[in-house]
Structure formats: C-alpha cells, structure tokens
C-alpha cells in the first residue's frame, strides 16, 4: 500500500493570509521536489480567536474539505469547544470565558460581514471534527493539545483539546504500549522560540509556533522514511 505524505498545519487564529500562502507555498514545493504527490493536510486545529479574519479561516477550510475530500482533514481545538460551549450551551461564565480567550476578535469577524456571529453551519462543522487522527500504518498521530502518555488512545477529547501534562511532553515518560513507534505532532503550545519542536528523536513534533504571538503559522511536511520539512509563513 502507497504511503500517504502529510502535511500537518499549526494553530491558525484567524490568520487567514498567513494561511493562504502557506498554502501556496506547500503547492509550490509539492511540484518541485515532490513530484506532483498528493499530500494530505492536516490542520491540527485553534483555527479561531484572537486574530483579525477567524471566520474567513472557517469558510476557507469547509471549502477546501469540500474540494479535497479526504485528503484535507480538520481537527478540533480547544479554542473551536469555547465557542461551542459559549454559543450553544447558551452559558454566561462560557461566554465571558471565551470571548476573553480571543472570542471578541472572532465575533468582530463576523460582524464584519454582517451577521451577528457564527452561523449555526458554521457550528455545526466546528462541533462534527474530530479531535485526533492516527495513521496506525504509518505510525503517525495528529492531535491538538497532545494525549495521556499512559491512556492512549483511550484519552478522551478534552485530554486532545486541551492537555499540557507535562509527562506528555518528554516522550521518555510515555508508558502506553500504543504509543510505541509512533509519532505524536500537535500544536496549542506556542513553541518559546517560535519555532517548530522536534524532540526525542522526531518522537514528538509541536508546530505551533506563535502565529499570534509574534511568531510565524509553521506547516510540517512528513514524507516517509524522511526528516519533517517545514514552511513558514
């Protein structure tokens, strides 16, 4: 069976630019040193709040899950659960929370165009994504926040959404024998540098490198039996 190359994509923040040319650039370099090969993207989610077009990296990404298929995929963030939870569970300490973490930029977003916030498509997508995906053949896990070293893969979606564990981040401590051979890549921690974490061996790989903080929206191409590739935008 014909190995997949992914491309996996940082948290976003409503930096729709940024993640056009990153885009852009990934195409570029698929036709020079790749041959024209499908790539498969993978945004690990945080798609939202915070930067200036939250609602444009929405309607981007449903039309190019749309155009792609299965070659685009799509996580949840914890940022896309408190807009969830804030709008729909209808909660004022959810609200305030939210809109604190960046929502106030996110719902200025859509004002912009007119409408008084997400509209409930827009939510319904959001809510429909998953929050990991595993490539067991490849040995490759994409997720937002990270997984139990202990529990995988039975971690539940808030330890995917939302997870620091420090355990988690010294692929050393990891003790589920599933976690064996594979390679953990996810972003929610803004690397302290602004860029990309390659750690213990490629075991782990963090591509959130800040886009909002100063930093840069990172793309990590992982094609087998190779060191990851990474474009920057």
Not at 101 to 119: I, N, Q, V
Not at 172 to 198: F, I, K, M, Y
């Amino acid at each position: 069976m014909t190995q997949r190359i992914y491309c996996a994509i940082g948290d976003i923040h409503g930096e729709l630019d940024r993640l056009k040319d990153l885009h852009a650039q990934l195409a570029f370099h698929v036709r020079q040193h790749l041959r024209n090969a499908d790539v498969t993207l993978v945004h690990l989610g945080d798609l939202i709040d915070r930067g200036q077009d939250s609602c444009g990296v929405v309607d981007y990404l449903i039309d190019l899950e749309a155009r792609m298929g299965p070659r685009a995929l799509t996580l949840r963030g914890n940022h896309e659960q408190m807009m969830i939870e804030a709008l729909r569970e209808q909660s004022a300490e959810s609200r305030s929370h939210w809109l604190e973490w960046g929502g106030e930029e996110t719902m200025d977003s859509y004002r912009r165009r007119g409408l008084d916030g997400p509209p409930d498509h827009h939510l319904d997508w959001l809510q429909s994504l998953p929050t990991l995906h595993h490539d067991t053949e490849q040995g490759l896990v994409f997720v937002h926040a990270g997984v139990d070293p202990d529990k995988f893969p039975d971690c539940g979606e808030r330890v995917q959404m939302w997870t620091r564990r420090k355990d988690f981040f010294d692929a050393r401590c990891w003790t589920s024998p599933d976690l064996v051979g594979q390679t953990v890549v996810h972003g929610h921690s803004p690397t302290e540098d602004n860029a990309p974490d390659v750690a213990h061996g490629g075991r782990r790989i963090n591509v959130d490198t800040g886009a909002v903080y100063g930093g840069q929206l990172t793309a990590a191409i992982l094609v087998p039996g190779q060191a990851p590739t990474f474009l920057h935008s």
